[in-house]
Nanobody
Framework: EVQLVESGGGLVQPGGSLRLSCAAS????????MNWVRQAPGKGLEWVSW????????DYADSVKGRFTIARDNAKNTLSLQMNDLKPEDTAMYYC?????????????????WGQGTQVTVSS
């Protein structure tokens, strides 16, 4: 059974930093591309970032480019998201998602495997 457990969320002031982590189990982590997806209060899902199985390629939404960095440690089966210069509009639930493509999977069609999420709140 695929399990993805996010951690590292919290309350941070604008301009601050947080590092999210995702512990993966139940599958061969190093074989799969991974994503971070977020959902702000009252809004739809937004794709944030993607990284290939080996970590050699990554991509970012324009809204976070230059501020967020995705990384993975295949030896430890972990995915991370370093978030710098956080803004109030980054406030959201952040999900670690096992999915091949750099976009939001269609959950209604059963696409992707999702963690339970970790809350990030950016506020003064």
């Amino acid at each position: 059974e695929v399990q993805l457990v996010e951690s590292g969320g919290g309350l941070v002031q604008p301009g601050g930093s947080l590092r999210l982590s995702c512990a993966a189990s139940g599958f061969i982590f190093s074989n799969f591309h991974m994503n971070w997806v977020r959902q702000a209060p009252g809004k739809g899902l937004e794709w944030v970032s993607w990284i290939t199985s080996g970590g050699g390629r990554s991509d970012y939404a324009d809204s976070v480019k230059g501020r967020f960095t995705i990384a993975r440690d295949n030896a430890k089966n972990t995915l991370s998201l370093q978030m710098n210069d956080l803004k109030p509009e980054d406030t959201a639930m952040y999900y670690c998602v096992k999915y091949r493509y750099p976009r939001v999977p269609n959950r209604d069609d059963g696409e992707g495997s999702w963690g339970q999420g970790t809350q990030v709140t950016v506020s003064s």
